[in-house]
């Protein structure tokens, strides 16, 4: 596993609903599991001031942020509540960047 700490922005279009949700559940698998990611949360607008290692969002913004130079790594989530596959990403991406 990683030894530095991860920063990672949980974005969805408007940073109201559904990014504070899936913020939330991230967090909890982030701590259940122990992973090195602190998470803030914010809009897409936000990304231009991000300078952290990871966005987190909705699997249909995914693509669009593909596109920005600006993003090193998405984690993309279908289901913004599911523990399972949120942890399957989370996993995913730290065993990518060990």
Same mark, same amino acid.
């Given at each position: 596993?990683?030894?530095?700490?991860?920063?990672?922005?949980?974005?969805?279009?408007?940073?109201?609903?559904?990014?504070?949700?899936?913020?939330?559940?991230?967090?909890?698998?982030?701590?259940?599991?122990?992973?090195?990611?602190?998470?803030?949360?914010?809009?897409?607008?936000?990304?231009?001031?991000?300078?952290? &290692?990871? =966005?987190?969002?909705?699997?249909?913004?995914?693509?669009?942020? +593909?596109?920005? *130079?600006? #993003?090193?790594?998405?984690?993309?989530?279908? &289901?913004? =509540?599911?523990?399972?596959?949120?942890?399957?990403?989370?996993? +995913?991406?730290? *065993?990518? #960047?060990?």
């Amino acid at each position: 596993m990683a030894s530095k700490t991860y920063k990672a922005l949980v974005c969805c279009r408007a940073g109201i609903g559904s990014s504070q949700m899936l913020k939330i559940v991230c967090d909890q698998v982030i701590n259940e599991e122990g992973y090195p990611i602190e998470t803030v949360t914010g809009s897409i607008d936000d990304i231009d001031g991000f300078d952290g &290692d990871l =966005v987190i969002t909705m699997s249909d913004l995914a693509d669009d942020l +593909a596109q920005n *130079d600006k #993003v090193k790594n998405v984690v993309a989530v279908r &289901d913004i =509540v599911s523990k399972v596959e949120i942890n399957e990403r989370l996993k +995913a991406f730290l *065993d990518a #960047v060990a």
